[in-house]
């Protein structure tokens, strides 16, 4: 058992007056693991805010390619640190080793990390635009001041808030970062945050680049993403949470990025039903129960016809929800949260078809769940009845008619994805036609005949939505380059000598790769016309 | 004397219930307009809203050259009623009819609609993403609800709810407006409004793509941003108005634009004040008191060494302010509001040098006012000296040193732009170096040697800044096509069949024009990699 050290000002130090202590806990054994990591005071957090933007300011004349470097690196020390981090996070998260954390979440971890360092290295994020007759230019640049990241608890590599997609983007925008760790896995967090602070060093960037905390009271924490010198904040978790922080930010002017929930619906069409119930009804118990179900692209709702296909499909599902047993949750406040998401839906009018209660065994565990409710039940409670139960819990919406399937589409509320399944013969062209515009001003990521689940990390993708699924419907999480203009300024330089342009705007392309808008036209070109 | 109708769900009709009407103030002859205007009820304001809505969803379907035809249209009959329209806005708004209203704002109106024309049909605003391995696909697309577009008062063309850059950008990205006119030209916007609706008529759009509305109560206002059918809102205006409405669209998780404020600090160092003070002082004078002061990027505050060249510079300023006429000003409310902001200047540490009284005479009109500060004064009292006055008010911060130059950059709110002199020899090299960083962060865009005032219609342009110039760091209100980008959703598309998908994002490229990032390289190209 052992007081842990905070990442503060270049520095791993004790924490000074800490407010309390907490330990992660392993939610297969129920127990408190041996770590005790300090609550940190406002004291402290002043304290990195302050050393955080002195290292923004330092950043600034610090070259794209170091960034790089620094990405690189952290990435290989990552690598190799990886039996250490497949133990800790396992401990932490019950989520399996193999090949969940070490043949899946790690690697696309330090692939993102790979990504976002040529990114940075190449300059096209910037986006820079150059008008030669005007002589105005303009990229996208740092913000200035810190990025403070929330990772949230169901990806301890991946989102994890000093290594994962929000922390690479921040750090390839060319800003340093605050991580709040989450703490449901703060060894892990440690770890990372150690490979991180070894890449600050190899590569000689500000040591405040990279700060960590695990905890702070809910105030400091507003405090924190309000502070005038901070540049931004991204967090993904709960929405209850995001919504405290997003209205402190909004108050204050600062931009924040939240990831909060979605029940990702699904809408399967009579002909998909007809033409193949059992390969879609696989598909759909595979994507409910990954990771538990504790995925933020989980399908919490199949919207269907009730009619003899769509009780059949329905069957189907329900056994498999039924045969198989339920993975362990990442917490203890997993169950409790499924059951109370449970019992609103329920209270709502959703009649209960399997499940329905806490999971037997040593750890925590909730019995996979399926649910029903009539179309109109839905559409005249949608609000209520859109509630997310983070885990393998899904809501079939019974539809009278292909109008009632429509109106459904409509009233819900902003998602992260929608799908749809359609059959290959054609008879359902005309209902695919008039559900996709519904769906389509609703979710950030349209899918079809394919489940949510899987979040390639590739440029076009989109990991965000319209509120409440986010808090903006222009941004991904997900996806470099795009996701790093969520942690960026619009930098117009108007008449400015060109030896006092940033590089990405000087005639010459400083990478000879990077795309830049010329009059108009994407090109890897010189300027030539002006001058 | 007649009482005007609103434009509404695809006709002209008498407002029901009106609670009020208003007209139009004659701001030289401070006389009412004899045009009466409907202060609109919550009743009308929701069936502009359903019918906004039904307009959304019927774009969805309307083919980008379309719209190019309509923004075409509408450019045309608005010069085919310059004269009405100069007249009217002249009487309006007291702005000189040549060169201002015929030869400069109206040509540049009509050009913003033609350059939103053309991005409307040539499609790379979207920025259309396309992975070819994964078949993710996406791209920027209309936000599915009408967009609400709120205009200032001090450009009754080109920023007019129902006719300027806002209004153009919202229809070329796909989006029905919302007009709420600026009650100081409700007659001019009338006109336009016509002009539009005609344009809609002739080129067979959705009759509620462009709907008008004269004013309303704030809480109907309110209501209106925050409606669950909303897309967006953009504004610019006042502070007070603008953080009113951040905060409600915030809460009901709406995006919203504004342009709300702006001081466009200007620092002139000490070898350009030795080099050319004649020639900085003209410049300066004519930015201050362009549109009589009342332009969003009007240079506020001044910022020089105090010694022998910056005092005599600042004479130099001063002969101008005090030899100049002030110009008219747009309404009743501005020799109120100028007066209110120069007495809590002088009440937090300023010295009026020049003027500080409403000009005498017949129409609104307020002295040119310069007054002085000094650095340490400044510096203690940063936010309140930095009170805009919307006027030809300007206040000069006289640092006693080039560090205390330094901390005032520091101390700099969020602002449109920042400009910096600098002389040709070198001289100044070192502090520009040193400042432009610490400017960088605070402004959208920054300018050397070059006055703010000038905000030309350029793709790199940034009309926009950290907050509170404007609620987001990363959009400008000026500037096709970035200015779309504000009225857009990330759309994705996973896996979706081919002849399922928008054009845009379909194998052959839909203008053989359109640029977009296909594998991370922008191209003009059909796919051809995938299948």
């Known amino acids: 058992m052992s007081n842990q050290k905070i990442l503060i000002a270049g520095e791993w130090k004790n924490s000074r007056n800490p407010e309390g202590f907490f330990s992660s806990r392993n939610p297969v054994e129920k127990r408190e693991l041996p770590d005790k990591f300090p609550i940190s005071s406002r004291e402290e957090i002043l304290e990195m805010i302050r050393a955080g933007k002195k290292a923004a300011d330092e950043l600034y004349s ?8 620094f990405l690189d690196r952290f990435a290989k020390n990552i690598e190799a640190r990886t039996e250490e981090l497949v133990e800790i996070a396992h401990l932490e998260t019950a989520l399996p080793k193999d090949t969940r954390l070490r043949a899946v979440e790690l690697p696309r971890t330090t692939n993102q990390l790979r990504q976002a360092a040529v990114a940075a290295r190449e300059r096209s ?34 989102f994890n808030s000093v290594a994962g997609g929000d ?15 989450n703490p449901g896995h703060a060894g892990t967090t440690k770890i ?31 405090m924190l993403i309000t ?12 929405r209850t949470s995001g919504l405290k922080l997003k209205e402190a930010a909004d108050k204050a002017g600062k931009p924040i990025y939240l990831e909060m929930s979605s029940v990702n619906p699904v809408f399967v069409l009579q002909g998909a039903l007809r033409e193949r119930p059992a390969e879609i009804a696989e598909e759909l118990y595979t994507s409910c129960s990954l990771g538990s179900g504790q995925f933020c692209t989980n399908p919490g709702i199949v919207i269907i016809e009730k009619n003899e296909e769509g009780l059949g499909f329905l069957n189907l599902v329900a056994e498999k929800f039924k045969e198989n047993k339920p993975g362990t949750l990442l917490s203890s406040s997993g169950p409790k949260s499924i059951a109370d998401a449970v019992a609103t839906l329920i209270n709502a009018g959703a009649e209960l078809l399997v499940g329905g209660k806490e999971a037997e065994g040593p750890g925590y565990a909730y019995l996979n769940t399926l649910l029903k409710v009539p179309g109109d039940t839905f559409l005249n409670n ?28 409509s009233k819900l509320e902003g998602n992260l994805t929608g799908s749809i399944y359609s059959d290959k013969v054609g008879e359902d062209d005309q209902l695919y036609k008039q559900i996709e515009p519904l769906l389509r001003t609703k979710v950030g990521r349209l899918l079809n005949d394919k ?25 991904s999480s997900v996806g470099i380059p795009g996701s790093m203009l969520r942690f960026a300024s619009l930098h117009c330089y108007d008449n400015v000598r060109e030896h006092r342009l940033p590089k990405e705007l000087r005639n010459k392309n400083p990478t000879g790769k990077m795309w830049r808008l010329i009059d108009g036209e994407w090109s890897q070109a010189n300027v030539t016309a002006y001058q």
Chains 1, 2 share one sequence.
């Open 125 to 158: 994020w910037a986006r820079a635009t150059i008008d030669t007759k005007s002589n105005i230019r303009s990229k996208f640049g740092a913000l200035g001041g810190p990025v403070v990241v929330f990772g949230p608890n169901n990806f301890p590599y991946a």
């Open 451 to 475: 489940m949510p689940t899987s979040v390639s990390v590739v440029p076009s993708m989109n990991h965000g939505g319209p509120f409440p699924a986010t808090g903006h419907p222009g941004f």
């Open 62 to 69: 610090i070259s794209p390619e170091k960034m790089g470097d």
């Open 227 to 238: 502070h005038p010198m901070i540049g931004a904040t991204g967090f993904t978790g709960s």
């Open 382 to 409: 949608a609000k209520v009845l859109q509630t997310e139960a983070f885990g393998t819990v899904t809501l079939f919406v019974l539809s009278e008619s292909a109008d009632e399937m429509r109106a459904i589409a």
């Open 192 to 222: 990372l945050a150690e490979a991180a602070f070894d890449a600050v060093n190899d590569t000689g960037l500000p040591k405040a680049t990279v700060q960590l905390i695990y905890h702070m009271e809910p105030e400091e924490g507003l």
């Open 167 to 181: 922390f690479a983007s921040a750090i390839a925008a060319g800003n340093p970062v605050i991580a709040k760790a």
